[in-house]
């Protein structure tokens, strides 16, 4: 694994990690843990202890209960740090080749967000983008530089980690984002990924696709919140069990879906007792 769970454990006993290949895998787990599909008395059982006894976190240590909020985005530490991102910051403390924190090099497909800040505040050498296409945006993005995740204008092999959070269901070409994050990182180096996962699936699900420089759409149009536009973020794929195999079609060496979850640490999912993340070897 590329991290130290037991250094997580350390704040979070309860903490459980599972790591899967495939969907057959997952359904075999599942089959034998059908308590992980109960995510109501999950989620009422982990928003109950946050708020008695606060939550615990490798990176931010003890958050005491009067600073926690139970809502319907989910359970909130520090101001707009959530069940994701806690546990994408704890997973990013307990990973030994990070160690060195003023050596590591980390990019990151989001500049301006809680979480951002967080890494910026730690990692001298992290890197956060945002996409704002058009002729202005590059402007008005600027000193956060605007970055295309299918078409990176960064480096080969430069990076020891690369994080994208509910980015992938929105790239118009999933096939090249997952190339080009795979280009930028350093032999050895890993991938974080959280999207909407369609984890009882083998196939991504399409949403829309480029026909030249229109926009088709299968269905009805998706949008997701975009805190840079209102018009929010086109969803052009659900991505499924399939995108392991993109991953391991880009060069990744190792492809994976992470379960993670921890009362302790107030980590569950919106739709299941825990949540996803894809996690890739270089």
């Not at 001298?124 to 945006?137: I, N, Q, V």
Request: aromatic share 10%; hydrophobic share 45%.
């Amino acid at each position: 694994m590329i991290f130290n769970a037991d250094q997580i454990r350390k704040v979070c006993p309860d903490l459980e990690v599972n790591m899967f290949d495939s969907l057959s895998q997952w359904e075999a787990w599942r089959t034998k843990n059908p308590g992980i599909t109960d995510y109501q008395n999950v989620r009422h059982r982990v928003r109950t202890a946050a708020l008695a006894h606060g939550i615990e976190s490798l990176w931010f240590g003890h958050i005491e209960q009067a600073r926690v909020v139970c809502g319907a985005a989910g359970v909130q530490g520090p101001p707009w740090i959530f069940e994701r991102h806690r546990m994408l910051l704890d997973i990013v403390a307990a990973m030994p080749g990070l160690a060195n924190w003023k050596a590591c090099r980390i990019y990151a497909a989001e500049g301006s967000s809680p979480w951002a800040l967080q890494m910026r505040g730690r990692f001298p050498r992290f890197l956060g983008s945002e996409y704002m296409p058009g002729p202005d945006g590059a402007k008005r993005l600027f000193p956060i530089p605007h970055q295309d995740l299918t078409k990176l204008t960064l480096p080969d092999a430069a990076f020891d980690l690369a994080v994208t959070q509910e980015v992938l269901e929105h790239v118009s070409d999933l096939a090249a984002a997952v190339n080009e994050l795979a280009r930028i990182l350093r032999p050895g180096g890993t991938l974080l990924s959280t999207f909407p996962f369609l984890w009882n699936s083998e196939k991504t699900e399409i949403k829309a696709h480029l026909a030249g420089d229109r926009v088709e759409h299968v269905g009805a149009p998706e949008y997701h919140v975009d805190p840079l536009s209102e018009a929010g973020a086109l969803v052009f794929q659900l991505p499924a069990w399939d995108i392991l195999d993109l991953c391991r079609q880009a060069g990744f060496r190792q492809a994976q879906f992470l379960l993670y979850s921890t009362t302790a640490g107030a980590v569950v999912g919106q739709h299941l007792g825990g949540l996803w993340c894809l996690v890739c070897q270089r």
